[in-house]
Nanobody, 122 residues
Framework: QVRLVESGGGLVQLGGSLRLSCVAS????????MGWYRQAPGKQRELVAG???????NYTDSVKGRFTISRDNAKNTVYLQMNSLKPEGTAVYYC????????????????WGQGTQVTVSS
């Protein structure tokens, strides 16, 4: 089994910063890509940022220049540095990953973490 566990969420003031972490553990053969999604109350879940094993990165337009995604491959960990936070950033942030299992069947599966709450107060 593979598990994704997020941490780093919390309450932050307008314009403040938070750093989210997501650690993948379990029977991991390789991680093809990891990313961060968020879901605000009453809104659909959206991709915030993603990074592939080759280092290709994409951000949603609303966070470009303010958020930075990075990954520590040796630790199976992905980070999301969030700066200049806005009230619109209030949401549950979910880690997502495409992972090839080290055990049978060794196909690529998609996994979700439980989410971590980020609240931006004004």
């Amino acid at each position: 089994q593979v598990r994704l566990v997020e941490s780093g969420g919390g309450l932050v003031q307008l314009g403040g910063s938070l750093r989210l972490s997501c650690v993948a553990s379990g029977s991991i053969g390789s991680i093809n890509a990891m990313g961060w999604y968020r879901q605000a109350p009453g809104k659909q879940r959206e991709l915030v940022a993603g990074i592939t094993s080759g280092g290709d990165i994409n951000y949603t337009d609303s966070v470009k220049g303010r958020f930075t995604i990075s990954r520590d491959n040796a630790k199976n960990t992905v980070y999301l540095q969030m700066n200049s936070l806005k009230p619109e950033g209030t949401a549950v942030y979910y880690c997502n990953a495409d992972i090839r299992s080290s055990s049978w069947p060794r196909g690529i599966l998609n996994y979700w973490g439980q989410g971590t709450q980020v609240t931006v107060s004004s």
